[in-house]
């Protein structure tokens, strides 16, 4: 028997008098050539929202777990999210089960991978409504642009499927990741060009994994792959005389390098394993905190001297002076504290530069011992003051914390 809706075969007639209520008449509701709107939270928490999904083909599936014919194509559904998903398409659930427990249960033993809509009221839900949805199972094929391109019973929606990928195919990378991915490859083969290997590997671990899902740029990005087979075992075998000289941060970057760039190739999985061996040594580990402490650093005192730059003192100051704080025995940390000692040169600068950072933080904490006073919690009170003096010195909070707990002290 081909497969109909509900409303067409005989053999739904039984099920459908069996529904506890009839099913209302609907208006036109959403057709080929409209551009619907779905919006709502799915079972299982997420938001989901027809807008964000402009780009990918959507098929909205409404259905029911009473619904014989629905439950007919539940395998095939299942079949088309395994083929089409990571091709570009998104299925949405819209159940019409009065029975939230019943829904979450074949989903999970369906194996149901998408969203579902469930708001527990049948044929008179919300969306079955605005749809004009009188027979089930009934879906509507959306293509990238938001605009329903077929609609009818998921027993034949093979062909509308195939047609849509060809005509409208789903755009699986944003362009501007695109954009990007392409001026990483522009690198990448211009350092190949140049006979800069290990330059070439370094500049494609910087390639955005999800541009892959392009096929044009996966291609070009595999044909850079096989002409940086040759370096890559070049940089391999760097490694081990960097491991005997007991460089093992420097043997450390090398192997993450190739890991991160080159995916699942042999070089990568080669430098993966002696990867997690150089981690194992405790000396190597060592090594290894200490210069990713040292590459946080610098690129701490990078932010802080490009607003020294900019003109931005205030903000460049607290900079450098947390880096002080957070990074001791750096570099980075030597001329940071060079840069605040220069700052506290002009001690106006240091006051007016100390109430702005400060501004929030102290004002929060006065406030909160003001509130431990007027509740009758003097010692609290008194403990919040003495923080904002030590936490805040030659501030103008600091003199307002010392001024109420002299008044306390007077009470």
């Not at 070049?234 to 005997?244: F, G, K, N, S, T």
Request: net charge neutral; aromatic share 6%.
């Amino acid at each position: 028997m081909n497969r109909t809706g509900c409303f067409a075969v005989a053999a739904c007639v039984i099920a459908l008098a069996l529904l506890p209520f009839p099913i209302a008449a609907r208006g036109a509701g959403v057709g080929v050539g409209d551009t619907p709107e779905l919006k709502f939270r799915s079972v299982d928490g997420k938001n989901v929202d027809l807008k964000d999904l402009k780009g990918k083909l959507v098929l909205v599936d409404f259905w029911a777990t009473w619904c014989g014919p629905c439950m007919a194509e539940a395998g095939h559904m299942v079949e088309t999210n395994k083929k089409y998903h990571d091709q570009g398409l998104q299925i949405i659930g819209i159940s019409l089960d009065e029975n939230r427990s019943a829904l979450e249960n074949v989903v999970k033993q369906k194996g149901f991978e998408w969203p579902q809509f469930f708001d527990g009221q049948g044929w008179h839900g919300k969306f079955a409504q605005a749809w004009g949805v009188n027979s089930i199972p009934r879906t509507f094929l959306i293509d990238p642009s938001g605009k329903v391109v077929w609609t009818g019973h998921p027993g034949n929606m093979d062909a509308p499927l195939e047609k849509a990928f060809k005509n409208t195919p789903p755009t699986l990378v944003d362009p501007a990741v695109a954009e990007q991915a392409s001026a990483v490859l522009a690198q990448v083969e211009q350092s190949i060009a140049a006979g800069d290997g290990a330059g070439a590997i370094k500049q494609f671990a910087a390639l955005p994994p999800d541009a892959r899902k392009s096929g044009e740029i996966d291609a070009r990005a595999k044909k850079d792959e096989e002409q940086l087979k040759t370096a890559a075992d070049a940089m391999l075998a760097e490694v081990d005389p960097l491991i005997q000289q007991k460089q093992y941060a420097a043997a450390a970057t090398k192997l993450k390098t190739l890991a991160t760039a080159l995916g699942d190739s042999d070089a990568a999985t080669r430098a993966k394993k002696k990867l997690s061996e150089l981690t194992a040594m405790p000396e190597a580990q060592q090594q290894m905190m200490a210069a990713d402490k040292a590459a946080k650093a610098d690129a701490e005192l990078a932010i802080a001297q490009k607003l020294q730059q900019d003109g931005k003192d205030e903000l460049a100051y607290a900079r450098y002076r947390q880096i002080v704080k957070q990074f001791p025995q750096t570099e980075a940390a030597t001329a940071a504290q060079q840069a605040v000692a220069t700052y506290e040169k002009d001690p106006a600068f240091v006051q007016h530069a100390t109430e702005a950072t400060a501004g929030g933080k102290a004002k929060g904490a006065l406030a909160l011992a003001q509130s431990y006073r007027n509740s009758g919690r003097p010692d609290l009170a008194k403990k919040k003051y003495q923080d904002v003096i030590q936490e805040f010195p030659g501030t103008s909070y600091a003199e307002t914390a010392a001024r109420e707990l002299a008044a306390m002290g007077q009470q």
